[in-house]
T-cell receptor, first 116, second 115 residues
Framework: GENVEQHPSTLSVQEGDSAVIKCTYS??????FPWYKQELGKGPQLIID?????GEKKDQRIAVTLNKTAKHFSLHITETQPEDSAVYFC???????????????FGKGTKLSVIP | EADIYQTPRYLVIGTGKKITLECSQT?????MYWYQQDPGMELHLIHY???????EKGDLSSESTVSRIRTEHFPLTLESARPSHTSQYLC??????????????FGNGTRLTVT
């Protein structure tokens, strides 16, 4: 089945700096890659997602890049702010075709701390 | 603003008790899920449902059971709680779509402590 590795597990940055979180996946059939942000005491919330026909996607200070050949994708947060402090999860899933699981496989999470 | 609701938010209960964690969504989503989140943050899928009267076990073996009698409701039951069941339980839902590209919407979780 799919295996998603996420690095680093913890990340501290100064306010205003950029933060990058990287994920690799194992199943070349995966083609949907969402990122979730989990704030303390809340459930994860989708912040951005990318599909395999796109190499990069941006939404204000957040961007995700995908390299299907290398099977890795990354989350980039620019001009970080204290409210960006949270746990971030990457995930991968494939469309309905062929054998195997069609559920989201999550990375183990990255705890991001933005220091004011 | 949450469209998926979990109750209770916190529950402390003694060993051997039967408990039901409630999850309801108002989005009309066909698919619903239960995840167990350990203290190290990792999310483990324990149950999912593709629609009414459909339930499947997830990747992580769990002694809990689920039911899906109504589209909007997906309760999780532990017949006899044990300290090993202490965890955060997250419910989620998503639309059914042909490409399987719909995002998950999570509730805020139930933090269960079994003493």
């Amino acid at each position: 089945g799919e295996n998603v590795e996420q690095h680093p597990s913890t990340l501290s940055v100064q306010e205003g700096d950029s933060a990058v979180i990287k994920c690799t996946y194992s199943d070349s059939a995966s083609n949907y890659f969402p990122w979730y942000k989990q704030e303390l005491g809340k459930g994860p919330q989708l912040i951005i997602d990318i599909r395999s026909n796109v190499g990069e996607k941006k939404d204000q200070r957040i961007a995700v890049t995908l390299n299907k050949t290398a099977k890795h994708f990354s989350l980039h947060i620019t001009e970080t702010q204290p409210e960006d402090s949270a746990v971030y999860f990457c995930a991968a899933r494939k469309s309905y075709s062929g054998a195997g699981s069609y559920q989201l496989t999550f990375g183990k999470g990255t705890k991001l701390s933005v220091i004011p | 603003e949450a469209d998926i609701y979990q109750t209770p938010r916190y529950l402390v209960i003694g060993t051997g008790k039967k408990i039901t964690l409630e999850c309801s969504q108002t989005m009309g989503h066909d698919k619903m899920y239960w995840y167990q989140q350990d203290p190290g943050m990792e999310l483990h899928l324990i149950h999912y449902s593709y629609g009414v009267n459909s339930t499947e076990k997830g990747d992580l073996s769990s002694e809990s059971t689920v039911s899906r009698i109504r589209t909007e409701h997906f309760p999780l039951t532990l017949e006899s709680a044990r300290p090993s069941h202490t965890s955060q339980y997250l419910c989620a839902s998503s639309r059914g779509d042909r490409q399987n590209n719909s995002p998950l919407h999570f509730g805020n979780g139930t933090r269960l402590t079994v003493t």
